[in-house]
């Protein structure tokens, strides 16, 4: 549903958090209050944080201590004229699958934007965030056929409304044609970059995420789009297929009954740490302890299925 992309970002994180500071720029500095749920993930919000030290940014809604069962529809509260974002991951840090339709409305009320975090996997099979009114979409873009290697590479995903294409960051790609009239692809609004504006850039980002770019380019047109759809159908029906298994354990449940993609939150009987150190000895790897950033969640473990899970 958005209109223009670029290519790209370092990470999911990174693009979160120059969704915050493109909707910032947006209304030159008028607005300085930055709404974050609770339920994005806690890397992201650190790194939110970590761009934003020193500004006039004013953040809320970040607390791990507030009621994470709760609807996103909560933060319909915290939003008034001082708010420039209010940003939401879909689907959310546990896994879950919210509708933002009405918390958009709301935020476009007062006049402010709204960015929503996705999984780009995911979107072979809900329903997009311009669908439901979103300004900006960032994503992790490593599912999208990137390998893991101790920490990376990963990619980050950046999309909005052409409204916005001169406030946001990261290198963009126009479609022309050659002195021969045939189909060539040029950077454009190149004076918004470094080398050419430098400390007023509006963009700081520079080519090294290209290849990852590329790679995930490559994987998407091979999977084409009925491709992905399927992929997205294998992690949804297998992370389904593991909870309820899971939860018929004896002392394990799931946290939150509600519908989730391919992660999910069990809740144990023993603190999660111990749970995974003993999956450990037979060699399993087991799930996210959650107390590591969510303290009230010390017996709860994160599971993510994938379709490289058989």
């Given amino acids: 549903g958005m209109e223009v992309c670029n290519a790209s970002h370092y990470d999911g ?16 500095g008028k607005r300085n209050k930055i709404i974050l749920s609770p339920t994005v993930h806690p890397q992201y919000r650190q790194t939110v944080r970590t761009y934003t030290e020193g500004s006039p940014i004013d953040l809320l809604g970040d607390d791990p201590h507030s009621d994470l069962k709760a609807s996103p529809d909560g933060l319909i509260p915290l939003i008034d ?8 991951q879909y689907p959310d840090f546990f896994g879950r699958i919210n509708d933002y ?3 958009a409305e709301a935020v476009h009320s007062v006049g402010a934007l709204i960015a929503v975090s996705v ?9 997009d965030p311009g669908s439901m009114n979103a300004d900006i979409v960032t ?24 409204e916005f294409v001169r406030k946001m960051a990261g290198r963009l790609t126009g479609e022309t044609v050659d002195n ?27 080519t090294n995420e290209g290849l990852m770019a590329l790679a995930s380019t490559v994987y998407m047109s091979l999977l084409g789009k009925n491709g992905l759809r399927q992929v997205a159908e294998l992690c949804f029906h297998k992370a389904h297929y593991a909870a309820e298994r899971i939860a018929n ?20 009987p023993a603190p999660a740490a111990e ?17 590591q950033d969510y303290p009230e969640l010390g017996n709860h473990l994160l599971i993510a299925v994938t379709e490289m899970n058989t």
């Fill in 139 to 162: 994503g992790e873009g490593q599912p999208l056929g990137i390998p893991l290697s101790f920490g990376g590479p990963y990619l980050g995903l950046f999309a909005t409304r052409k």
């Fill in 81 to 88: 004229t001082d708010t420039a974002l209010v940003v939401v």
């Fill in 249 to 268: 354990l004896p002392g394990y449940s799931l946290w939150s009954p509600t519908t989730f993609f391919n992660e999910f939150v069990i809740r144990c």
């Fill in 101 to 103: 339709t009405k918390l």
């Fill in 13 to 28: 994180a990174t693009a979160v958090a120059e969704a915050v500071n493109m909707a910032y720029a947006n209304f030159r």
């Fill in 180 to 206: 021969r009239g045939q189909r060539a692809y040029v950077l454009t609004l190149t004076a918004r970059e470094q080398h050419i504006r430098r400390e007023k850039a509006t963009s700081n980002i520079c």
């Fill in 275 to 291: 749970i995974n150190d003993l999956l450990l000895d037979h060699d399993i790897l087991g799930g996210y302890d959650l107390s």
């Fill in 119 to 127: 999984n780009p996997i995911a979107l072979g099979l809900l329903k």
